[in-house]
């Protein structure tokens, strides 16, 4: 009797372990959001505050890059140039650490491979530790640049010209959700083309 209990189980759990990869992006989808042209908000809309808004998956989001700090205003710019592409990728460390966690060297890799695709291969970007905002703010732009610098080092062993990447910690200023400043998507590496 216990023999028609065990082979569902079996069954469940393979169902679960084989979805658990679908949730860490690809190698293409990396490079399809850092290659992809942004998307083009039409005066109507901006006028209707509709901005476009960004794709998002369990473990990673699609965006337009903002502005850097001190840049001009987009309105202050004539024919401003579309904004680059980015993706933010949520990487794993250890508490209070620069360590990144084993499970997310399938994700790194995977950045790794992208970024050394024919598509991605004469790019630079600019990689920018995130935090949320729990602890004091200084501290969580110093945690946040040194975690940029682990994404970096883990990317020049996987053979990326560290003259491609340039890091920045933003610390809890940038929260990918603003309305919960502590939540864990907060805590991510965003990666920036600095290409047009």
């Known amino acids: 009797m216990n023999r028609f209990y065990v082979l569902p189980a079996l069954l469940l ?54 502005p850097t700090e001190g ?3 987009a309105a202050a710019t004539p024919a401003a140039p579309p904004a680059a592409n980015s993706i933010s990728l949520a990487i794993q460390f250890d508490v209070n650490s620069d360590r990144v966690q084993p499970t997310s060297m ?20 600019r990689l920018e530790g995130h935090t949320d905002a729990s602890g004091q703010a200084a501290y969580n732009r110093k945690l946040s640049a040194m975690r940029a610098e682990s994404v970096k080092r883990v990317l020049v062993i996987n053979q990326v010209s560290p003259e491609r990447l340039v890091t920045e910690g933003k610390g809890s200023s940038e929260p ?8 864990a998507e907060n805590r991510r590496v965003r990666i920036v083309s600095l290409e047009p």
């Open 13 to 66: 759990c393979g169902a679960a372990l084989a979805q658990s990869p679908a949730t860490e992006p690809s190698a293409q989808q990396i490079i399809d959001a850092l290659k992809a042209k942004p998307t083009v908000a039409t005066p109507e809309a901006e006028a209707a505050g509709s901005a476009p808004k960004p794709r998002r998956t369990r473990n990673f989001a699609v965006e337009a890059a903002t």
């Open 71 to 73: 840049s001009a205003p």
């Open 106 to 125: 399938q994700t790194l890799t995977a950045l790794a491979t992208a970024m050394k695709s024919p598509e991605l291969s004469k790019l630079r970007f």
């Open 176 to 183: 990918a959700n603003p309305a919960d400043p502590g939540a």
